[in-house]
């Protein structure tokens, strides 16, 4: 058993917070079923559409067919996290200490709160009526260790002190990845190979020894073999950064909109990651400060299970000030913000951050990472955009281009099977513009598209303007059989071909012409 810390946290945990955000932010009552949909497969879904039917990983059409009233809702981390923040101000306004882990979850020490309100009971039922009067739902949980107290404020639990371990011991070894964290697939998969060994409690794992976990799992094993046994997550930092460290924006012009707050927000993450590259250390706590015209201090800490990177700190800025800014306006600043402040809190050494597979912690890409913010501040936020994987047949399809620093969310799911998708590799270039070319057989007669999916006849030249390439080897058709009940949907087939050099082309057939689609390097 591991020794009672000094400070006993306290967890307040909203349930399904995302479809509860999204139904605040639809002005849907309470009762009204919600499910956030992503890659159409139902990612989260409020305890009505429980009631309904509806489940975790299950396809939109099947959770519609369930609950016909469903609203559907896309994922929103900005949504999550503007919403929660009247929660955690409701919260902030009765305890001391008050740090945001995640939208939909917050955590403080219980020893000041229990104090004040003078028994552990009295404090719950408090901080519940002022989570009620921001309109959620919320529970809440007393452990010694912070993961233990959010799993208990999962079945509203005060666990008694010292007594962590044996409160996880009967429960089901999935609570070890209730919580989101950055090694969800790995959690899930070692979750998945506990249970076929027949652990299927939390004490079944957290009789093995150490040992035993190290010799046979993998890093994230032994994170959750901790959890298990109610250790420490990780010790505290014993060093005292230099206040050179935080980093400090005046605002000109003062700032009173989100986009403006946002640019502002990863400016300073950019210099705040650097200061920390130059001392060595990584933040897992951080706290935003924002000062206002009118002499108004605002402040939230914001606590995280990995080092923050960059566009860690640049997110948790953004939700932040957005919260700020959008509160009703009775609680939102009466002025606009004129100086923000990012302050580390808490910091791990650097190598705590995952090394790169040359040894070194992405130097060349932090330093991409501050040309791209430039070019962003210089000609604005939509001025620089990257490509995200994505769900599709066509190499176009596959590449979804998002906003730089905006959630990586591709159009669709990449990882369903797509039949009729080209064979890798990928084409480095895409066309946009797909020039038109010609395709002959041997004698000069155009190649087309039969009517049974073949070619009129083998390729064996290309013509392209006035150049002309006897090709050296091709491949296909490979046929698109889909959306052929839409309009000018006239596309039929794909293929490759070889030219002299070599060069290859991804051709793409439609109303019995011929496109460059792609170029292969």
Same mark, same amino acid.
Request: hydrophobic share 45%; proline share 10%.
């Given at each position: ?18 479809? !509860?955000?999204?139904? %605040?932010?639809? @002005?849907?009552?309470? +009762?009204? $079923?919600? *499910? /956030? #949909?992503? &890659? ?93 009067? !921001?309109?959620?739902? %919320?529970?809440? @949980?007393?452990?010694? +260790?912070? $993961?233990? *107290? /959010? #799993?208990? &404020? ?368």
């Amino acid at each position: 058993m591991s020794p009672r810390p000094a400070t006993r946290v306290l967890a307040v945990w909203c349930p399904d917070w995302p479809a !509860a955000a999204a139904a %605040a932010g639809a @002005g849907l009552s309470a +009762e009204q $079923p919600v *499910a /956030i #949909v992503h &890659a159409n497969r139902v990612i989260t879904c409020s305890a009505t559409a429980r009631e309904a039917g509806v489940r975790r990983g299950m396809r939109k059409r099947e959770a519609q067919s369930r609950c016909p009233e469903l609203h559907i809702a896309p994922p929103d981390p900005d949504r999550d996290a503007r919403l929660f923040e009247p929660v955690a101000a409701a919260v902030d306004s009765l305890a001391s200490g008050v740090e945001v882990l995640r939208p939909g979850v917050l955590v403080l020490p219980a020893r000041g709160v229990i104090r004040y309100f003078g028994s552990a009971e009295t404090a719950v039922r408090q901080l519940l009526a002022a989570a009620a009067t !921001a309109g959620v739902e %919320a529970r809440i @949980g007393i452990a010694d +260790e912070l $993961p233990t *107290a /959010i #799993v208990a &404020a999962r079945h509203s639990t005060l666990v008694p002190p010292g007594r962590d371990a044996r409160f996880l011991a009967p429960l089901p070894i999935t609570e070890l990845a209730a919580e989101p964290g950055p090694a969800e697939r790995e959690r899930a998969t070692l979750l998945d190979l506990l249970h076929r060994l027949g652990l299927r409690r939390i004490g079944d794992f957290a009789a093995l020894s150490t040992a035993q976990v190290t010799s046979r799992f993998g890093a994230d094993a032994i994170v959750a073999h901790r959890l298990a046994r109610a250790l420490p997550d990780r010790p505290p930092a014993p060093r005292v950064l230099p206040p050179e460290v935080a980093v400090r924006l005046p605002c000109e012009p003062p700032i009173d909109r989100v986009d403006a707050a946002a640019f502002a927000g990863r400016l300073l993450a950019t210099r705040l990651t650097a200061n920390l590259s130059a001392a060595s250390v990584a933040c897992t706590r951080l706290e935003i400060r924002a000062e206002t015209e009118s002499g108004e201090e605002l402040s939230r800490v914001w606590r995280c299970a990995e080092p923050l990177t960059a566009d860690g700190v640049a997110d948790r800025v953004r939700w932040q000030l957005d919260g700020w800014l959008t509160r009703p306006p009775g609680d939102r600043p009466t002025a606009a913000i004129t100086v923000l402040h990012l302050i580390p809190v808490e910091v791990t050494p650097a190598a705590a951050l995952q090394l790169g597979l040359w040894g070194d912690t992405g130097s060349g890409d932090e330093r991409a990472l501050r040309a791209l913010v430039r070019v962003q501040s210089l000609l604005g936020g939509d001025a620089v955009r990257v490509g995200v994987l994505s769900g599709g047949r066509g190499p176009a399809e596959r590449v979804t281009m998002v906003t730089f620093g905006d959630e990586p969310a591709p159009d669709t799911d990449p990882a369903p099977p797509w039949p009729g998708r080209i064979p890798e590799p990928a084409p480095a270039v895409i066309m946009r513009d797909r020039p038109r070319i010609a395709l002959e057989a041997a004698d000069g007669t155009p190649v087309r598209i039969t009517a049974r999916g073949l070619f009129s006849g083998p390729p064996a030249r290309l013509r392209w303007g006035r150049s002309s390439w006897r090709l050296t080897a091709w491949a296909g058709p490979w046929l698109l059989d889909e959306l052929w009940w839409a309009p000018g949907a006239a596309a039929t087939a794909r293929a490759q071909v070889e030219l002299p050099g070599p060069h290859s082309l991804l051709l793409l057939a439609r109303d019995d012409h011929w496109y460059v689609e792609g170029l292969y390097d």
